[in-house]
């Protein structure tokens, strides 16, 4: 897929990656690029600030409602969708004893949300025989974020519905990616790093952290050839290939640099 007149969706638009996808699409030349965030102000500056292709709107994406609404709406006004960008996303810092709203949280925006978008743009493309889902998952989907079990989890969740996804619609014409980064310059992971997280700190030692217009130009590639997994860091096949041959020499890797970290306080 490339992005020349496509109509995109991008939820989470007014966030760091999401924002950055949104004015690469629109430089591609997108007929419109939605961008819809639970900061509706931001989602609307940053649209303004991309150009009248951009559209900036206000959406939860634990409300399936509302999910429902925007693809209904998207469609009566630009009578398609070709690309949904499921991008919003939480981390929660926490461990096991992180607080069940934190969990819930975390399955409600990682996970739940993607199915709302399954749900709600699947019928039209279907109908149309093509169109493209993308989901915004994270290098924790495919191994692991040290210092966040809910985030890890879910992202391997959202990483397993995905590819659920593209296996059961891509011969009907759906196409479906999974971005997933590992380090990136956006409040999430800035805001660990300032505070001292260690889980930030080891995402830090494991690779470069990139700029959000780094991780949209590695979307356009892995767009461009339809790839399923897209890794902008592409230390991570790496990382993710040991994981799958010797799944405990990688953890026993991972706890040592773990160690080290802590010992260096
Ligand atoms: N920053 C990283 O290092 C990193 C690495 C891998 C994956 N990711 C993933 O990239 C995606 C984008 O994150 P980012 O780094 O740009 O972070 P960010 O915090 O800058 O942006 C996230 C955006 O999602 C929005 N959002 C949160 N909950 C929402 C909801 N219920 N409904 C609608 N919007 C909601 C926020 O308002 C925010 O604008 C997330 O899925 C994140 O998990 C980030």
């Excluded at 900061?39 to 509302?66: C, F, K, S, W, Y």
């Amino acid at each position: 897929m490339n992005l020349t007149d496509r109509v995109a969706v991008i939820t989470g638009g007014a966030g760091g990656i999401g924002s950055a996808l949104g004015r690469r699409f629109a430089a591609e030349g997108a007929a419109a690029v939605v961008l819809a965030d639970l900061d509706a102000d931001a989602a609307r500056m940053v649209a303004e600030r991309i150009g009248p292709v951009a559209h900036g709107v206000g959406l939860d994406v634990t409300n399936a409602t509302q999910v429902h609404a925007l693809v209904d709406e998207t469609e009566r006004r630009y009578g398609r969708i070709d690309l949904f960008c499921a991008n919003a996303g939480v981390a929660t810092g926490g461990g096991v004893d992180a607080p069940d709203a934190d969990w819930e949280r975390a399955w409600q925006v990682n996970v739940l949300a993607h199915v709302h978008t399954a749900r709600a743009a699947l019928p039209g493309m279907l109908r149309r025989g093509q169109g493209y889902l993308l989901f915004t998952c994270s290098a924790a989907g495919v191994l692991t974020a040290v210092g966040d079990a809910p985030y890890t989890a879910t992202k391997h969740a959202a990483v397993g519905f995905a590819e659920w996804l593209a296996i059961t619609y891509r011969d009907q014409g759906v196409r479906v990616s999974a971005l997933c980064p590992q380090g990136v310059d956006t409040p999430m992971l800035a805001d660990g790093l300032a505070a001292g997280h260690l889980g930030a700190r080891v995402i830090a030692a494991s690779g470069a952290v990139l700029t959000p217009d780094q991780v949209a130009d590695a979307t356009i590639a892995g767009l461009a050839e339809e790839r399923f997994l897209i890794l902008p860091h592409p230390e991570v096949a790496t990382y993710a290939r040991r994981r799958a041959e010797d799944p405990d020499g990688w953890q026993a890797g991972l706890r040592k640099l773990v160690r080290k970290l802590r010992a260096a306080g």
